[in-house]
T-cell receptor, first 114, second 110 residues
Framework: EPEVTQTPSHQVTQMGQEVILRCVPI?????FYWYRQILGQKVEFLVS????????KSEIFDDQFSVERPDGSNFTLKIRSTKLEDSAMYFC????????????FGSGTQLSVL | KQEVTQIPAALSVPEGENLVLNCSFT??????LQWFRQDPGKGLTSLLL?????REQTSGRLNASLDKSSGRSTLYIAASQPGDSATYLC?????????FGKGTRLSVIA
């Protein structure tokens, strides 16, 4: 079965540093998403992306976050100036059709901000 | 705002037992509901997707039902095995992308 691939699997960074989390969605999918899960808490929606622009974002996705599809295969999440509370597992997902179809998730990037 | 609740938060059963995990959601205007499995420190594996027009979906020993009008879903696991031990997450899609519950942590004891 096709997979969503995320790199790196673990990322450790110092507070205030910029990080870029990378994802390769399933090739024929058109909609891309980022979610995060802080340890012990629910998986939370951050942002959805379609046709090279953000289609929806949550209140968590503030100005320190940005997303980009720099080429035909990668989808990235950038955190400009990391805070301790950004420590979480970040999941990328993709789907063929928005909302009505199954989302396929990657295995996640565990971000630790020290 | 959609809220998803899962009961119980944790469940421990002996191997071979049939079990039911519960999920409820506050806004019945959904497109679909998905059940996921999450192993510790790992990603999300989709188990079953039920469209809003469907009542249930089956995959192997798993059966998920949906009662959209009452805002409830159940995941039935037959003949549980130690390998079923994981956290099971319920998530609904309405006018916003997937909203997750906190999950039920299942332990199946050999």
């Amino acid at each position: 079965e096709p997979e969503v691939t995320q790199t790196p699997s673990h990322q450790v960074t110092q507070m205030g540093q910029e990080v870029i989390l990378r994802c390769v969605p399933i090739s024929n999918h058109l909609y891309f998403y980022w979610y995060r899960q802080i340890l012990g808490q629910k998986v939370e929606f951050l942002v959805s992306f379609y046709n090279n622009e953000i289609s929806e974002k949550s209140e968590i996705f503030d100005d320190q976050f940005s997303v980009e599809r720099p080429d035909g295969s990668n989808f990235t999440l950038k955190i400009r100036s990391t805070k301790l509370e950004d420590s979480a597992m970040y999941f990328c997902a993709s789907s063929e059709v928005h909302l009505r179809e199954k989302l396929f998730f990657g295995s996640g990037t565990q971000l630790s901000v020290l | 705002k959609q809220e998803v609740t899962q009961i119980p938060a944790a469940l421990s059963v002996p191997e071979g037992e049939n079990l039911v995990l519960n999920c409820s959601f506050t806004d019945s205007a959904i497109y679909n509901l998905q059940w996921f499995r999450q192993d510790p420190g790992k990603g999300l594996t989709s188990l079953l997707l039920i469209q809003s027009s469907q009542r249930e979906q089956t995959s192997g020993r798993l059966n998920a039902s949906l009662d959209k009008s009452s805002g409830r879903s159940t995941l039935y696991i037959a003949a549980s095995q130690p390998g079923d031990s994981a956290t099971y997450l319920c998530a609904v899609t309405g006018n916003t992308p997937l909203v997750f519950g906190k999950g039920t942590r299942l332990s199946v004891i050999a």
